[in-house]
T-cell receptor, first 110, second 112 residues
Framework: EDQVTQSPEALRLQEGESSSLNCSYT??????LFWYRQDPGKGPEFLFT???AGEEKEKERLKATLTKKESFLHITAPKPEDSATYLC???????????FGKGTKLSVKP | DSGVTQTPKHLITATGQRVTLRCSPR?????VYWYQQSLDQGLQFLIQ???????AKGNILERFSAQQFPDLHSELNLSSLELGDSALYFC???????????FGSGTRLTVV
């Protein structure tokens, strides 16, 4: 069964304190791995798509990496506005729908 | 504004009732996906339509149904509502299955 597990469930950081979020997955043939950001009461906002092991993508203070079993979202020198829930999802080769993890809720304190 | 429009934003209804949620996909996107998000379950895939045809089903209850119309907008119908159906319902669209989704802002359904 295709599955996505994210850790930790919640993460509290001080402004400027870098850290990483983990996404472990099992999928029968990976088409792509997706990272989304979700603010309370809003729809998920697309951040990155990664397609193959070794691939990396960056956007401002965020950097996503992919291996054959997991993905990391690295946050460098976070700011309070980075506070949100970060969702990881996988798309199998045989399907169009995304399978989501339960997310990591990030809080960045000034 | 993501380009995916969902209405209504909020809906409060009683148990046993029926509601319809509406979604207009981003211009040019042929696929529409419906997801349910509750506090303990996260985002759960319900159903996918592509250019008017049902393509995939996830954990969708028999009390729920959906359709996609010729103008590509989609409706999710929820009937015989129960308290446990209270959740955020999201619609997402994409060009086809080879691309990621763009999500709407959701409909918050409260069943009382």
């Amino acid at each position: 069964e295709d599955q996505v597990t994210q850790s930790p469930e919640a993460l509290r950081l001080q402004e400027g304190e870098s850290s990483s979020l983990n996404c472990s997955y099992t999928v029968s043939g990976l088409r792509g791995l997706f990272w989304y950001r979700q603010d309370p009461g809003k729809g998920p906002e697309f951040l990155f798509t990664l397609y193959s092991a070794g691939e990396e993508k960056e956007k401002e203070r965020l950097k996503a990496t992919l291996t054959k079993k997991e993905s990391f979202l690295h946050i460098t020198a976070p700011k309070p506005e980075d506070s949100a829930t970060y969702l990881c999802a996988v798309q199998a080769l045989s399907q169009g729908n995304l399978i989501f993890g339960k997310g990591t809720k990030l809080s960045v304190k000034p | 504004d993501s380009g995916v429009t969902q209405t209504p934003k909020h809906l409060i209804t009683a148990t046993g009732q029926r509601v319809t949620l509406r979604c207009s996909p981003r211009s040019g996107d042929l696929s529409v996906y419906w997801y349910q998000q509750s506090l303990d379950q996260g985002l759960q895939f319900l159903i996918q339509y592509y250019n008017g045809e049902e393509r995939a089903k996830g954990n969708i209850l028999e009390r729920f149904s959906a359709q996609q119309f010729p103008d590509l907008h989609s409706e999710l119908n929820l009937s015989s509502l129960e308290l446990g159906d209270s959740a955020l319902y999201f619609c997402a669209s994409s060009v086809d299955k080879n691309y990621g989704y763009t999500f709407g802002s959701g409909t918050r359904l409260t069943v009382v």
